[in-house]
């Protein structure tokens, strides 16, 4: 039988009947205990503290005189798992402390109708087990007893048998005697397509200055009409277009493919421009174009 067990916080309520088995003129009473705790993961241990109300129990032959008790005890101990829904027991320790209560209505031992209270407090032990029936309700029984409680003669034990409900909260831990099983890795179900890798805003070279090179004029038909005047490309020094475009609305030149780079220039809406270089980042898809002379980043986005 493994110590590990449920873990987590628990509540429950019982019916108890008590004795006081040292004198043989007090007779059995019928009380109640309510509790609270705690069973920690991965080790044996448990944490209690109960309310036990032992009830009023008579004393024969003295007219009604009635002994009582009430209090709180707080116990620590062993808890041992029985089963995977976390049946098991307990053995533990502790101390009590309450009110000792004696009421003698015929006046036998003074005033008639009157009631003697005392405090006590001592050593308790407690021996139990639950029997769960689903993983968070069982049934809850034990033996407890309580070490010199005052009784206004010899101050002897009290003993309360127990039964009655507990219920283990949520929130807490179930650990298992056999090993634990392993997270599954992740798996993806399809293959994401690739992201190029951001160009770094910080790295980037300014744009070489233009250079002006020679303008090559292709051989036009001597019949044909005469075409419209078109912007001829004046590229920065070793670099070729790779294609023309339109502006689709008026924009700036910047030095860099990143929004609020420095402004080189500015370029009217529906003028040709010489596409150089594209490159993609996190802003999105930017060309270096040459225009009139110039040269400079613009967004796809002002692009037709």
């Known amino acids: ?35 609270a705790g705690y069973r920690f993961d991965n080790t044996p241990l448990m944490l209690e503290v109960n309310y036990l109300d032992a009830g009023d129990a008579e004393i024969e032959n003295t007219g009604g005189v009635e002994l009582g008790y009430s209090g709180i005890t707080a116990l620590i101990g062993y808890w041992a798992k029985g089963s995977d829904l976390g049946s098991g027991f307990w053995l533990a ?9 004696l009421s003698d209505p015929s006046g036998l031992l003074g005033i008639p109708g009157a009631t003697y ?44 048998y127990t039964l009655g409900l507990v219920i283990e909260l949520p929130g807490g831990s179930r650990s298992s005697s056999g090993p634990k099983a392993q997270n599954s890795a992740y798996t993806p179900t399809y293959a994401p397509a690739p992201v ?16 002006v090179a020679p303008v090559i004029e292709a051989p036009v038909a001597a019949e044909a ?10 590229l920065p020094g070793g670099m ?23 402004v080189d220039g500015n370029i009217p809406g529906d003028a040709e421009v010489q596409l150089l270089q594209r490159v993609p980042n996190a802003q999105g898809v930017w060309w270096y174009v040459s225009f009139n002379g110039s040269s400079g980043w613009v967004s796809e986005s002002a692009l037709k």
């Open 1 to 35: 039988m493994s110590g590990a067990a449920v873990a987590g916080p628990y509540l429950g309520g019982s019916v108890a009947l008590t004795e006081r088995a040292s004198y043989e003129d007090v007779e059995r009473a019928n009380g109640g205990k309510f509790v």
């Open 93 to 101: 320790g502790g101390f009590y402390s309450g009110d000792a209560e």
């Open 117 to 160: 209270e005392d405090s006590a407090s001592g050593v308790a032990i407690s021996l139990g087990g639950v029997w769960k029936f689903t993983r968070y309700v069982g049934l809850q029984f034990s033996l407890d007893g309580l070490l010199g409680v005052t009784d206004f003669a010899d101050d002897e034990n009290l003993t309360a």
């Open 196 to 211: 190029p890798a951001p160009a770094p805003a910080a790295e980037l070279t300014p744009a070489p200055a233009p250079v």
């Open 225 to 234: 009409a005469e075409a419209p005047p078109t912007i001829k490309p004046n």
């Open 240 to 262: 070729a277009a790779i294609g023309v475009r339109r502006t689709a609305q008026p924009t700036m030149l910047l030095r860099q493919p990143r929004a609020g780079a420095p």
